[in-house]
């Protein structure tokens, strides 16, 4: 058996916020690490200078905390292998690049930007399947490159792709892979401005923090070759390698932002809770081999394997999203519930006002069963925060009789000799109201509805009249027949 201590990471390059599929490639490895008992390591990949967004790397931290992905190592955190920045890693991927090209394994490239216009240009014309590097600085004389270099003639620093072999690789999700390195173009490795590309970064990266399993998105399987020839070329054990199926919008086209949210922000903006969002990412090209679907993250932890990832695309269906967010809304307990509740209170118009927990909890009881997202418990029945000042119309037409000012008023007059009114007593009131009226309940109930709440539905009457309170119910029937003309 392996003893080797597994050690996966995320190495996301800031963009300013949380693709989705980045979380489920942060929550892969995640897993992956927790179920073997591995380290789950957060790289931060920001060589890309023109793509520096202020604020990103906090932004990214913040999302996976509140998804609950915390890494063992990386900013903020530390570990053994930091810093875990690139931009703080330069002068060791300038160690690398001088080792490969003391090696022969990699070559300045002095060629000006015109001239590799030109070229690509011809090549165009040639109808090759894709555009590359010639070559050309590979065979400069050593005594030309001194001079380039000492004149400070512009440079990159490129790859030496050996011509006429096949770069093989197994992949843990998509099997043996095969590139024909004559497809492969020499690579940039550190660019004009001093920094490294992604390539070079990541694999040495990879190498000193002793990553052993590779688990990123299938758009990066077309870089392996390249990642795999420089692992060989500097004499190092590769990793494991798992590509991650590509995200789908449901007509199968990749999911782009144009179709809809990809930001975690705006998933959690719009009131999912993290469960529901974790559990939904988890099933994107996961399953553990039967139809279950709801889970929790020790529940995923338990049950996940890179083994029943999927290769095939995984469709993103919103649908699941919100069914799943339902029921993990229900499977919360009413603690947690207050507590998001208070949350979403302090966002909204009612946040200078007060509202005991008792009330509130009364309010996350009857209402439960009706809502998929915190925030309805407020707006699925603002009659719990204000009174209503508007009534259903369509309501009013049906239910509003000429007689139901006066029937109402009885309701009311019985209910005044009550001290503290229990539910029971409410509906005692209401039967013997009726019954008094000779008309039956209903009659009763829906206007009663009606003048307490402005809407035909809602929770059951007898809970929604205590939750509001005896003084609450008699002031709202009061204006109700103020304000209510028939
Ligand atoms: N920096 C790459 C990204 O933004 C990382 C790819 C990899 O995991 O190797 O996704």
């Known amino acids: 058996m392996n003893s080797e201590k597994i050690r996966v990471r995320f190495a996301p390059s800031p963009t300013g916020y949380l693709h989705v599929g980045g979380l489920r490639t942060a929550l892969y490895n995640y897993l992956f690490a927790k179920k073997n008992n591995g380290t789950f390591i957060l790289r931060i990949e920001d060589t890309d200078r023109n793509r520096y967004v202020e604020g990103a790397v906090e932004k990214l931290i913040k999302a996976l905390k509140w998804a609950g992905l915390q890494y063992d190592e990386g900013p903020e955190v530390g570990g053994e292998f930091g810093p875990y920045l690139q931009s703080q890693r330069l002068d060791i991927y300038k160690k690398y690049a001088d080792e490969l090209i003391a090696k022969g394994k990699a070559y300045y490239c002095f060629c000006s930007p015109e001239r590799l216009k030109t070229l690509r240009e011809e090549q165009e014309k040639q109808k090759l399947p894709q555009a590359k590097y010639d070559k050309h600085c590979l065979h400069l004389s050593k005594k030309e490159i001194e001079k380039n270099l000492s004149s400070a003639i512009p440079k990159v620093v490129r790859l030496n792709i050996e011509q006429n072999h096949s770069i093989k690789f197994d992949d843990l999700i998509r099997g043996h892979v095969e590139f024909e390195s004559n497809n492969v173009d020499d690579q940039i490795l550190i660019k004009g401005d001093g920094y ?25 399987l077309s870089s392996t070759p390249k990642h795999v020839l420089l692992y060989d070329a500097f004499g190092w054990k590769r990793p494991m390698f798992a590509h991650l199926p590509l995200l789908l919008n449901p007509d199968r086209s990749k999911l782009s932002k144009r179709q809809g949210d990809v930001a975690v922000e705006d998933y959690r903006e719009k009131g999912f809770l993290k469960e529901a969002l974790i559990n939904f990412v988890a099933l994107l090209g996961w399953n553990a081999g039967d139809d279950r679907e709801l889970y929790n993250m020790d529940g995923l932890i338990k049950n996940f394997s890179l083994e029943r990832v999927n290769k095939s695309g995984a469709v993103f269906d919103l649908q699941k999203l919100h069914w799943l967010n339902a029921e993990h809304l229900r499977k919360k307990s009413e603690g947690e519930l207050l507590n998001l509740l208070n949350e979403e209170l302090q966002k909204s118009k009612y946040k200078d006002q007060f509202y005991s927990d008792i009330y509130l909890l009364m309010i996350i009881k009857s209402m439960k069963e009706r809502v998929s997202f915190v925030k309805e418990f407020i707006d699925n029945c603002i009659y719990f925060y204000e009174a209503p000042t508007q009534y259903e119309q369509k309501a009013v037409e049906k239910n509003w009789k000429p007689e139901t000012p006066e029937q109402l008023q009885k309701f009311k007059n019985e209910l005044a000799q009550y ?53 609450e119910v008699i002031k709202r029937i009061d204006s109700a027949i103020q304000k209510i003309s028939v």
């Open 419 to 471: 001290d503290n009114p229990t539910i029971e007593d409410f509906e005692h009131i209401i039967t013997k109201t009726a019954e008094e009226l000779k008309i039956g309940k209903a009659k009763l109930i829906h206007p009663l509805r009606l003048a307490v709440s402005g809407q035909s539905t809602g929770p059951g009457m007898f809970d929604l009249l205590f939750i509001l309170g005896k003084d």
């Open 196 to 220: 490294p590309t992604y390539h070079l970064a990541n694999v040495v990266d990879d190498h000193l923090m002793k990553i052993t399993h590779v688990i990123r998105g299938e758009e990066w």
